[in-house]
């Protein structure tokens, strides 16, 4: 059952039982994925997912304590799971692990002031969410690139010829500066604006210019659907006889 595990006060203790019972919640639903499925029984009770402050997981009922010692993850998470595909549910339980982990790490910094505060949710917002890992998907604040780079500890948003994703996540958080100062002049193809880390882009797969995806008319949902992207540029040039 969770705990307060010696009860975290400070922002980097709140971070540090924040980023544990993250890590046993993502090991659940991708190298454990297995074992969690078949745990998750549609005939036992209402079960919920729990994260350790040791990265460990645990699938079990919720506390019988009313109110609970900590706020508790989604109750019956075990119950949609034959009427759904496979990777949505995982992305469904994934999405309601995320909005437990936050108000578990606010509830243990509610006598933060407004600067922790703060600084505890930019740090958690440094990482990519469980949803963001289970569905494949990348942090929207990462910098796009021309082309994924092996040398480099990042990917990009693009969509190899063998449909897999491309996101624009980089593998590891020290190269993030780098990459601002190496794409920081990246236009849009369409409107010409600079790159905005706050904004979703996509990469032609043809002429590899980079877009934003309200001047292309492609949200990051559609993307994901997309084997092979051409802008408008190129497809209008295929299109001609």
Known sequence: MASISSSPRTVEEIFRDYSGRRAGIVRALTYDVDEFYGICDPEKENLCLYGHPNESWEVTLPAEEVPPELPE?????????????RKDWLSLVAV??????????FYLGARLNR???????????DM???????????????KPTAAESGSKAKATTKRSSDGQVKSIQKLAEESYEDEED????????SCGGNYNADEFWIGCDICERWYHGKCVKITPA????????KCPSCTMKRARP
């Not at 559609?222 to 992207?229: D, G, M, N, W």
Request: aromatic content about 8%; proline content about 5%.
């Open 182 to 189: 190496e794409h920081g002049d990246t236009q849009c193809g």
């Open 115 to 125: 600067n922790e505060r703060k600084r505890l949710f930019s740090m958690i917002n």
């Open 222 to 229: 559609k993307a994901e659907s997309i084997k092979q992207y």
């Open 128 to 142: 990519p969410t469980v949803f963001e890992v289970v569905a494949e998907r990348k942090p929207a604040k990462e």
């Open 73 to 85: 993850p989604a109750l019956g998470i075990n119950f949609a799971r034959d009427g759904m595909n």
């Open 96 to 105: 309601h692990s995320d909005c437990w982990l936050l108000s578990v790490a």
